[in-house]
């Protein structure tokens, strides 16, 4: 299948898109610059997989909708979407300009929706297709000092679930994972305290790697997952127990 992953220039997105390829898919790999696309590209290609990178802001609409006739071009409509584009801003709430809180859900909220809403009607039309939303467990626990982000994460999570409950019917599958804290550039940006109390209050003792996140999207993606609707799957290091 076609396999599209947003934010794929790095990190969990990157890991995801490899993971992809080697389980067999096409990736167009997606990210913000075209230099760190093509070089996850790149990596797929040389590991033998086949992979096509796609710059684009996935909160600018026209950008959207550009990015997607020229997967379908180069491929065909993705059957599979991963939204993983994000980041981090860390602020006491009293800091946090507007033009934060807007930037960041622009990114997490506004792009996920917009690739959604790009992706579904060839979903639809095919009767199958595969949603997953990289949110944070976060989302679901707060953060301190990431207000804005965390609560950019919650709605993911609802999004997932609404549209999960809408869309299950007709073929597509959408399923969320919440990540706890990953080694990637976005948690290496955050303040050494807050990464220092966060390590100490997760029972695991540790912080996941990325190819950890790749394997649990991986089994959304595959036809293991099929009775998986509308759930947050949490390889948290134990920092949210359901």
């Given at each position: 299948?076609?396999?599209?992953?947003?934010?794929?220039?790095?990190?969990?997105?990157?890991?995801?898109?490899?993971?992809?390829?080697?389980?067999?898919?096409?990736?167009?790999?997606?990210?913000?610059?075209?230099?760190?696309?093509?070089?996850?590209?790149?990596?797929?290609?040389?590991?033998?997989?086949e992979?096509?990178?796609?710059?684009?802001?996935?909160?600018?609409?026209?950008?959207?909708?550009?990015?997607?006739?020229?997967?379908?071009?180069?491929?065909?409509?993705p059957?599979?979407v991963?939204?993983?584009?994000?980041?981090?801003?860390?602020?006491?709430?009293?800091?946090?300009?507007?033009a934060?809180?807007?930037?960041?859900?622009?990114?997490?909220?506004?792009?996920t929706?917009?690739?959604?809403?790009?992706?579904?009607?060839?979903?639809?039309d095919?009767?199958?297709?595969?949603?997953?939303?990289?949110?944070?467990?976060?989302?679901?626990?707060?953060?301190?000092?990431?207000?804005?982000?965390?609560?950019?994460?919650?709605?993911?999570?609802?999004?997932?679930?609404?549209?999960?409950?809408?869309?299950?019917?007709?073929?597509?599958?959408?399923?969320?994972?919440?990540?706890?804290?990953?080694?990637?550039?976005?948690?290496?940006?955050?303040?050494?305290?807050?990464?220092?109390?966060?390590?100490?209050?997760?029972?695991?003792?540790?912080?996941?790697?990325?190819?950890?996140?790749?394997?649990?999207?991986?089994?959304?993606?595959?036809?293991?997952?099929?009775?998986?609707?509308?759930?947050?799957?949490?390889?948290?290091?134990?920092?949210?127990?359901?």
């Amino acid at each position: 299948m076609i396999a599209l992953v947003t934010g794929a220039g790095s990190g969990i997105g990157a890991a995801v898109a490899e993971r992809l390829a080697a389980d067999g898919h096409k990736v167009a790999v997606n990210d913000l610059h075209l230099s760190s696309a093509q070089a996850s590209a790149d990596r797929i290609c040389v590991a033998g997989g086949e992979a096509l990178a796609f710059a684009a802001d996935v909160s600018d609409e026209a950008a959207v909708s550009q990015m997607f006739k020229d997967i379908k071009a180069a491929y065909d409509a993705p059957q599979i979407v991963v939204n993983n584009a994000g980041f981090a801003h860390q602020a006491p709430f009293l800091d946090i300009k507007p033009a934060d809180f807007d930037r960041i859900f622009a990114v997490h909220v506004r792009g996920t929706y917009l690739v959604t809403l790009a992706c579904l009607p060839a979903m639809l039309d095919a009767g199958h297709g595969i949603v997953v939303n990289i949110a944070s467990q976060l989302g679901q626990i707060g953060g301190v000092e990431l207000v804005h982000y965390a609560g950019a994460k919650a709605a993911m999570i609802g999004m997932t679930k609404s549209l999960a409950r809408e869309m299950s019917s007709r073929g597509v599958r959408f399923n969320a994972v919440a990540p706890g804290p990953i080694n990637t550039p976005l948690v290496e940006a955050l303040s050494s305290t807050w990464k220092k109390a966060k390590r100490a209050e997760l029972p695991l003792g540790r912080f996941g790697e990325p190819s950890e996140i790749a394997g649990v999207v991986s089994f959304l993606c595959s036809d293991d997952a099929a009775l998986f609707v509308g759930q947050t799957l949490g390889p948290n290091s134990g920092d949210v127990m359901l």
